[in-house]
């Protein structure tokens, strides 16, 4: 049974830092790419950043590129994504999921939610002053 759970949520100023962490079981993580993904009210679930968990290939939205770092430990079985220099806008529930990789580019749909078919529940970031 595939699991995912996120940790690592809260609030934090213009400016600041948070981790997120996902917790993984249930699944052989080489076959693997996990993303994160993003949804604030009223609107739609974005990708943010996502990575093959075989070879560490990773994939980055433009909102996030230069400010967030995904990394994995496999031994540890579980995903990061390490938040820098964060605004109000990056506020909203984040999600990662997880897909089985496939012969495809992570920049073609490694953003996409629709592919992913594990997600976890979500954690809450708010950048607020």
């Known amino acids: 049974q595939v699991q995912l759970v996120e940790s690592g949520g809260g609030l934090v100023q213009p400016g600041g830092s948070l981790r997120l962490s996902c917790a993984v079981s249930?699944?052989?993580?080489?076959?693997?790419?996990t993303g994160w993904f993003r949804q604030a009210p009223g609107k739609e679930r974005e990708g943010v950043s996502c990575?093959?968990?075989?070879?560490?290939?990773?994939y980055y939205a433009d909102s996030a590129k230069g400010r967030f770092t995904i990394s994995r430990d496999n031994a540890k079985k579980t995903v990061y994504l390490q938040m820098n220099s964060l605004k109000p806008e990056d506020t909203g529930v984040y999600y990662c999921?997880?897909?089985?990789?496939?012969?495809?580019?992570?920049?073609?749909?490694?953003?996409?939610?629709?592919?992913?078919?594990?997600w976890g529940q979500g954690i809450q970031a708010t950048v607020s002053s």
């Open positions: 999921a997880a897909v089985q990789r496939a012969p495809w580019s992570l920049a073609q749909w490694g953003l996409k939610p629709t592919i992913y078919p594990y």
């Open positions: 249930g699944f052989t993580l080489g076959y693997y790419v």
């Open positions: 990575i093959s968990m075989s070879d560490g290939s990773t």
